[in-house]
């Protein structure tokens, strides 16, 4: 009984020192210290962890609970990045609201079997969805391809719209206000891609920003290390260390890809609001390089869980809308309809006419 009540306080000591390491990833370059980028993805299942033994031991040995307890409180800041505490603002206006929302497709492509058999039946469910949630006035996506934009355009009715140059898996902006100029951010190194456009709202111009970094590339790996029924010793650790290499050389890339986007905000004339599949969490490098100087929506009024991702890694927080400080945000939702291997984020936001000027 003595050697299995040691064996979890090692385990124990060992999952709070990662979780206490995991605090330092915001601030650690990944591209000098990448295992900082990895403990900023792994944060949300550490904390998990670490809540798991804090109950545990207040069963078992109470005071052994200390050490997560005081652990977590440390790191609490962390917390608004996953676990919204914020409810939508009462009393909004919706004539001056601005609907955003940022949602990654993956090509529409799970509406071939998802939530019927027949596309056409589920091309129809998915326009129903987007329209009884209120149709974004601006719509910000990634992955798509020339077919899905012409048809977002003639089944929502978006007048405007700007894209990525190419036929597949790219950035596109999609609005029902005008869209003055455009333009793209190309990257030197990996997938992913930026497309940028000023949008006038009856004289008030906004810079939109729609992104998606280069992916982490481990969700095929990670889905046959779940799914398969028996897996050798051998195998697994195979699959755990390539998923460990790529994510090595993933974050590495994001972060010179991220370094481009900042640059490019950085010149922008307008105020800008940032919409994208970051590929990373908000325990990220990257996230805080990117948030600097903004405000993220679901930090000002998300409430409850910030998940998005919807494959098999549970709990990841990758998808975002970040706001210039004069832009007001009402609302922040999470759309849990698994259309895409991503959910649908949304804001309410409110633009003051003296932006413009």
Same mark, same amino acid.
């Given at each position: 009984?003595?050697?299995?009540?040691?064996?979890?306080?090692?385990?124990?000591?060992?999952?709070?020192?990662?979780?206490?390491?995991?605090?330092?990833?915001?601030?650690?370059?990944?591209?000098?210290?990448?295992?900082?980028?990895?403990?900023?993805?792994?944060?949300?299942?550490?904390?998990?962890?670490?809540?798991?033994?804090?109950?545990?031991?207040?069963?078992?040995?109470?005071?052994?609970?200390?050490?997560?307890?005081?652990?977590?409180?440390?790191?609490?800041?962390?917390?608004?990045?996953?676990?919204?505490?914020?409810?939508?603002?009462?009393?909004?206006?919706?004539?001056?609201?601005?609907?955003?929302?940022?949602?990654?497709?993956?090509?529409?492509?799970?509406?071939?079997?998802?939530?019927?058999?027949?596309?056409?039946?589920?091309?129809?469910?998915?326009?129903?969805?987007?329209?009884?949630?209120?149709?974004?006035?601006?719509?910000?996506?990634?992955? *798509?391809?020339?077919?899905?934009?012409?048809?977002?355009?003639?089944?929502?009715?978006?007048?405007?719209?700007? &894209?990525?140059?190419?036929?597949?898996?790219?950035?596109?902006?999609?609005?029902?206000?005008?869209?003055?100029?455009?333009?793209?951010?190309?990257?030197?190194?990996?997938?992913?891609?930026?497309?940028?456009?000023?949008?006038?709202?009856?004289?008030?111009?906004?810079?939109?920003?729609?992104?998606?970094?280069? *992916?982490?590339?481990?969700?095929?790996?990670?889905?046959?290390?779940?799914?398969?029924?028996?897996?050798?010793?051998?195998?697994?650790?195979?699959?755990?260390?390539?998923?460990?290499?790529?994510?090595?050389?993933?974050?590495?890339? &994001?972060?010179?890809?991220?370094?481009?986007?900042?640059?490019?905000?950085?010149?922008?004339?307008?105020?800008?609001?940032?919409?994208?599949?970051?590929?990373?969490?908000?325990?990220?490098?990257?996230?805080?390089?990117?948030?600097?100087?903004?405000?993220?929506?679901?930090?000002? &009024?998300?409430?409850?869980?910030?998940?998005?991702?919807?494959?098999?890694?549970?709990?990841?927080?990758?998808?975002?809308?970040?706001?210039?400080?004069?832009?007001?945000?009402?609302?922040?939702?999470?759309?849990?309809?698994?259309?895409?291997?991503?959910?649908?984020?949304?804001?309410?936001?409110?633009?003051?006419?003296?932006? *413009?000027?």
């Amino acid at each position: 009984m003595k050697t299995i009540k040691y064996i979890f306080i090692i385990f124990n000591i060992l999952v709070a020192a990662l979780l206490a390491l995991s605090y330092f990833s915001p601030v650690v370059n990944p591209y000098k210290l990448w295992i900082f980028g990895l403990l900023g993805l792994m944060y949300p299942f550490l904390a998990f962890i670490n809540l798991l033994f804090v109950a545990f031991w207040l069963l078992i040995k109470r005071r052994w609970a200390l050490l997560s307890v005081i652990t977590l409180i440390l790191g609490w800041n962390s917390f608004n990045g996953i676990i919204g505490l914020k409810l939508p603002a009462d009393n909004v206006n919706n004539n001056q609201v601005i609907r955003v929302m940022s949602y990654n497709i993956r090509a529409l492509s799970k509406l071939n079997k998802y939530p019927t058999g027949s596309l056409k039946e589920n091309r129809e469910k998915f326009a129903f969805f987007m329209e009884e949630n209120k149709l974004p006035h601006v719509l910000c996506i990634q992955e *798509s391809t020339n077919p899905n934009i012409k048809w977002l355009k003639s089944t929502l009715a978006y007048p405007y719209t700007c &894209r990525y140059p190419g036929y597949n898996s790219n950035t596109a902006i999609l609005s029902v206000y005008p869209i003055e100029q455009s333009g793209n951010v190309s990257f030197d190194k990996g997938n992913g891609d930026c497309v940028w456009a000023d949008i006038d709202f009856d004289g008030t111009i906004i810079r939109f920003y729609s992104l998606h970094l280069h *992916s982490n590339t481990i969700s095929v790996q990670a889905d046959t290390l779940i799914n398969l029924k028996k897996l050798e010793n051998e195998e697994a650790l195979k699959g755990f260390t390539g998923m460990f290499k790529k994510y090595k050389l993933a974050t590495k890339i &994001r972060y010179q890809q991220s370094l481009k986007i900042k640059h490019h905000i950085e010149s922008s004339p307008y105020p800008v609001v940032i919409c994208g599949d970051f590929n990373d969490t908000p325990q990220s490098f990257i996230y805080h390089n990117l948030v600097e100087g903004l405000k993220d929506t679901f930090k000002e &009024r998300g409430i409850g869980f910030g998940t998005t991702w919807a494959g098999n890694l549970p709990g990841l927080k990758i998808d975002y809308i970040l706001v210039d400080p004069s832009i007001k945000v009402f609302s922040h939702d999470i759309y849990r309809r698994p259309f895409s291997d991503h959910y649908p984020v949304t804001a309410a936001l409110l633009l003051h006419k003296s932006l *413009s000027q």
